[in-house]
Every structure is written in structure tokens, then in C-alpha cells.
């Protein structure tokens, strides 16, 4: 989980579910997993995932395999492609909604994943579990701990 | 001359002869582009998606207060060139020819004069030839404010409204100033309702 008071600015990938509560600018990656913005999360980025849950504030193109749901009282400014999507009463949301089968969805992400894993200079973020404990964000030295 | 009217049932299903004819438009054809300036509603994007379409959604109502306030001042910022253009470039900034269809609702009706003649200008550059346009507009020609809706797609031919509250009219509008609203379009049909509007059908 990335809480309310972090702020990031890059890349991230992520090998597992993520919450996004704080404030993140760039692109996030979580091709097999979820991605949430949380209720205090304003994220600023182009998202892929297979799930994508917005609660807070959100500006960016999203791509889910599976799902990509607007919660409402939530703000999703962007395009998004997926291959179910859900917008409850009460969210708002500008931008264009274009359903795709998951499976041309799930092959462009194997294609992402199959390609060879560059870290990209320090602005990138990669969050691995080593083990079933949840992985926190330091704000303060953006590292994995 | 006002009609007398049958009440607008609120929340209920209502018969569409105009949107059933826009559907009919689009018919045995798919990957279409259709835009819906009611903003995103579960009913919509679940309807014009399962056609097979794609669709861009804005709360174009809401983006009109954001970008000029809200009253009767709100009229006078909607004359303003420099505001006009750039809530088009904020809010309208749509590619030459990208839309096979436009749902525009009745917000065409709260548009100052300028404003609505910048929309219109930005509309009909971004249909294509031969696209459709739906629009409804309150039959209550003389009334300063009027009530707005939110509008609910439950079929091809049918409907809901839900209420928004009243709404500063941007002029009053007849038939002949619809006609000039459109004015330059292929064609334009009007589908006459018992209740409080009046449908129109426009063709690019």
C-alpha cells in the first residue's frame, strides 16, 4: 500500500494487488493484480492492471484485462479499455470507454510481460513480495521495505 | 404558443421515437463512436458498449459550470470569446470526423447564444458525414429556467429521466430557431411528444 502522506513520481510495477493512497505521477504496471486508488489517492498516470478499482482521483488512461470500476463520490478523468467496466452513480467520469475481449486484452499484457525486464534508471519502482507480508513504501526514501 | 402538456413522469420509462430512429441509424454496423454528453452512466455505457460501440461520456453540463460559474452571470461569461475557446479546448477537443453519433440531450438548451454557436461548430466538425445527432428541448418556450435531467438509456426506443433541478435557459427556442441552431445540417426531423419536448433528429 502506498499511504495518503507518500508521493511518488515514476514508473511502478508491481507483482501483486496495490493500493494507492497518496499521490502518484507517471505509470503504474500491475499486469496480473489489481490496482486501487484509494479514497485519499490522486493519481496522475496512465494504468495497466488486470483489475483497476478508482475511490479517489484518478487522471489517466486506464487498461484493465479483466475490470475497471468507478466508485462513487470517485473521479476518473481518461480513456479506458477493458473488458467489463462499472461507473456507480455518483462517480464521475470524462473520457472514452472502449470493450475489449479479454483475450486481446490478456495478449497484449503477456507481450508486455514477455518483454525483457529493464529497470529503468532510479525513477522506476519495482514492489516484489519476498513473503506474504504486505510491502510498505518508505515516503521518505521511496524504498521497498 | 405554450401547449398544454401532460406532466413529465420523472424516474419512469419514456417512449422515444427520435432516440429509436438514432439507434436504427446505427444499426448492422459495429466499432462506432458515439458521444453522450449526459455524462457516464452505468445504463448508457452498458447499452451503447453491448451495440458493440465505443463511447465517450462527459458530464458536459457540469464541465459548462466548472468552466463559467453557474445563474444568470454564469450567461455573460458564456459570451466571453476567450473563455468560449478555451472551455472547447478543455472540454470539446475532438479530432475532425471522430463521432458516428452524438446523444446531446437537452444541453444544448443552456447554452448562451456564443457558446452554443462555438458547440455547434466543434459538433459538426467532429461527426462524421452522415452521423446522427439527438436532441431534445423543452416545449416551455417563454420560461426563464427550466427543469434538466439526467438521461437513462433502457433500450433502443426507451428512456428514464432523472431530475437535475432548474436551469437557466441560454435562449428560447421554437422550431425555427432549432432549425437555425442546425442550420447548414443535412436534415433535421422533429418528433412532436405529448409531454413537455419536443425530439429532433439531425443528420450531419
Redesign the interface.
Known sequence: MVGKTVSIKGQIVSREDIVLDGEIEGTIEALEHRVTVGPNGRVKASVRAREVLVLGQMLGNIEAGDRAEVRRDAKLVGDVRTSRVSIEDGAYFKGSIDIVRPDSLRADSKAAVAEPQTQAASSTLTLTPLSDTPVTVNAATAEAN | MNRPAAPVSLGQERTSKGLEQFFAGLENRVNL?IIDFA????AN?TFI?SLGH??????VL??VDQSFGTGVEAMEKQSDPDAIAEFISQNLDFDHASFDGALIWDTLQFFAPPLLEAVMQKLYQALRPGAYLFAIFSAREKERSIPSYSYRINGSRTFTLLPRGERVVGQFFNNRSIENVFQGWASIKFFLTRDNFQEVLVRR
Open positions: 463512436s455524462g457516464a452512466s452505468q455505457i458498449t465505443k463511447l465517450y461520456a462527459d458530464d457540469r464541465s
